[in-house]
């Protein structure tokens, strides 16, 4: 069982930055696969970033690639999402997501249903 908390979230103007952080309970935090997603009101819950149980393997989504950063520290138990030039069509609320997983094919990183583990989620607003 994996408990995940994710914070730093907030109301920010376009153009700035956040770094999101996901705290995760347990002593495999190590074995897990890590994402983040995130759903805007009335929308599905989309794909933005993961990353490896390693940190070896990184994938984004179009939208943010060469904004937004996902890293992790095992050590820590801890996966971050550094969001820079935020736009309001970042809006959301971020969730973090994970599996117990080594081996994962490329196109599974993204689908929401890979992720067994998730966080209460955080709220991002970007204003223009």
């Known amino acids: 069982q994996v408990q995940l908390v994710e914070s730093g979230g907030g109301l920010v103007q376009a153009g700035a930055s956040l770094r999101l952080s996901c705290a995760a309970s347990?002593?495999?935090?190590?074995?897990?696969?890590m994402g983040w997603f995130r759903q805007a009101p009335g929308k599905e819950r989309d794909f933005v970033a993961a990353?490896?149980?390693?940190?070896?393997?990184?994938y984004y989504a179009d939208s943010v690639q060469g904004r937004f950063t996902i890293s992790r520290d095992n050590a820590k138990n801890t996966v971050y999402l550094q969001m820079n030039r935020l736009k309001p069509e970042d809006t959301a609320v971020y969730y973090c997501?994970?599996?117990?997983?080594?081996?994962?094919?490329?196109?599974?990183?993204?689908?929401?249903?890979?992720?067994?583990?998730w966080g209460q989620g955080t709220q991002v607003t970007v204003s223009s």
């Open positions: 997501a994970a599996q117990a997983l080594r081996v994962v094919a490329p196109e599974w990183y993204s689908k929401v249903s890979l992720y067994e583990y």
């Open positions: 990353i490896s149980w390693s940190g070896g393997s990184i």
């Open positions: 347990g002593r495999t935090f190590s074995s897990y696969v």
